[in-house]
């Protein structure tokens, strides 16, 4: 069992920036994903960023693209995800969840560990 703990959410500005960090209990020796998902209110939970531990391979939701970067510390099994130019569209819970091995990265049907989310919200 995999533990997720993001940190990192508040109330900004539109422009403003925030950096949401998710620190996992453990990880796996494979080369898994690590994402991140976002749900706001009334709408479904949807891609944002992924990155894998191992390889650093990663991918954006085309709506973040250029705004946001996700990373991670492997000596601290830890994933970040900076985001820059948030706009109001971006108000959500932030949700990190933990992947498997060969499932690919945009689906949350490929992430078996969630997080417990963090309020972004982004007032205009």
């Known amino acids: 069992q995999v533990q997720l703990v993001e940190s990192g959410g508040g109330l900004v500005q539109a422009g403003g920036s925030l950096r949401l960090s998710c620190v996992a209990s453990?990880?796996?020796?494979?080369?898994?994903?690590m994402g991140w998902f976002r749900q706001a209110p009334g709408k479904e939970r949807e891609f944002v960023a992924a990155?894998?531990?191992?390889?650093?391979?990663?991918t954006y939701a085309d709506s973040v693209q250029g705004r946001f970067t996700i990373s991670r510390d492997n000596a601290k099994n830890t994933v970040y995800l900076q985001m820059n130019s948030l706009k109001p569209e971006d108000t959500a819970v932030y949700y990190c969840?933990?992947?498997?091995?060969?499932?690919?990265?945009?689906?949350?049907?490929?992430?078996?560990?969630w997080g417990q989310g963090t309020q972004v919200t982004v007032s205009s």
């Open positions: 969840a933990a992947g498997r091995t060969g499932w690919g990265l945009i689906s949350p049907r490929a992430y078996d560990h």
């Open positions: 453990r990880r796996t020796f494979s080369d898994s994903p």
């Open positions: 990155i894998y531990w191992i390889s650093g391979g990663l």
